[in-house]
């Protein structure tokens, strides 16, 4: 081959520069047309994934995850086009889902595809009626003396059941300790209402072992304290209390809320009765200036002897004349039980009615300063009786009236979150003191759907529920029993 010499590669060197220009090469809109051909010529880099989801009643979801490489993961409830995939091999499993009672399946129930660039996958999850879901009650404990609260600290297996006269007992293996946890029965007015009603773990509680209860004490006071597990066992508490408040409640041994409990914002939230008598006779439930028949919101994350809570700047009633700020939400008869359902951020209030109606009411648990009605209304109803102006109040998402069909006095339960029943995640539970029937139903559009009574046979009167550290319910009864609900 023949050498060029150095004024030959010019030459060349200028001959392409001149057919770049005629081109459109030398700037200008041929830098486009350059640019555009390069892309051509590298092609897309990502494909799609077409899921259909049929088969279901209108208005019920499926529950399909996707998952592929990089860590892809998605949930997916519907028919969807997944975009902008990287190309490789993904996984699509179906759950099973519950309309009511009826359990749908999916088929198939998992299945792998591959995803190119530049192409769209199809593949499709067809649900079908696989019969009914039923429920049962597994006895987990007996012999425990007025059960009412059940909890566990996160990531621990034992549970922690209180007991009415002041004490809280650790369950270890299937098996009441003998010694308990904590023992306040010295300074607990026990008996009807009163007692020692709950319990809540720090949310820090793995580094610094603090827990609050919830009593009322030897005048009959509502009374929160904390205490720290000791130092040298983790089934032993330090029987020393730091008082954080007191509410005077001297007038009724009745109505004295019951719940303490931490809130998805870290604040101590604690759903006070309107203390006692029957229609609010101390007409606290629509007084600003009181602290009962409220859920109040305290910062207790530097508690001390001189300073054991503080007010959270954003509760609503803050630096307000004649309004305590401690308040979060007002106008409530007697929330025994309340529940955060943190995977939606909503707050579910079961407040016990006077003698016609029980209620159950569901609001953001971001929403600050919400009338739920008491003593204006019971219920929906007007108290005592028509006429009543309703405007401003937040009414029950559900109700049942005091019947052979209803009951007398709601035991307000949690929303589900455990994995042993996947399909019952999302439905809120609860029960009736006197009826001691199961129920549960789906918050959907403002309103309660899917409304299901599990025909779960009567064990006694149902003191309260509780949840464990996998999120898993019970039912604490008058029997002096926890029981487990879990799939028959």
Known sequence: MATLSPRSNRISLIALLLVLTACGGGGGGGGSDVATGSSALSGPTTGSLALSITGLPDGVNGAVAVSGPGGFNQAVSATQVLADLTPGTYTIAGADVLSGSAVFAPQPSTQALAVGAGATADASVIYASAGALSLALQEVVSGLAAPLFLTAPAGDPRLFI???????????????????????????SAGGERGLLSMAFDPQYASNGFFFVYFTDLNGDIAIERFQVSSGDPNLADPAPLRILTIAHRDFANHNGGLVEFGPDGFLYAGTGDGGGGGDTLGNGQNLNALLGKLLRIDVSNASAVQPYAIPPLNPFVGQANRRGEIWAYGLRNPWRYAFDTATGLLYIADVGQGAREEVNVAAAATAGLNYGWNITEGSLCFPGDPCDRQGLTLPVLEYAHDATGGCSITGGRVYRGSAIPELRGRYFYSDFCSGWLRSFVYSNGAAAEQVDWNIINVGQIFSFGEDAQKELYMLTSTGSAYKIVRQ
Not at 164 to 188: C, E, K, M, W, Y
């Open 162 to 188: 209180v007991e009415q006269a002041g004490t809280i007992r650790i369950v270890q293996n299937g098996a009441v300790l003998a010694t308990p946890f904590l023992d306040i029965s010295a300074r607990v």
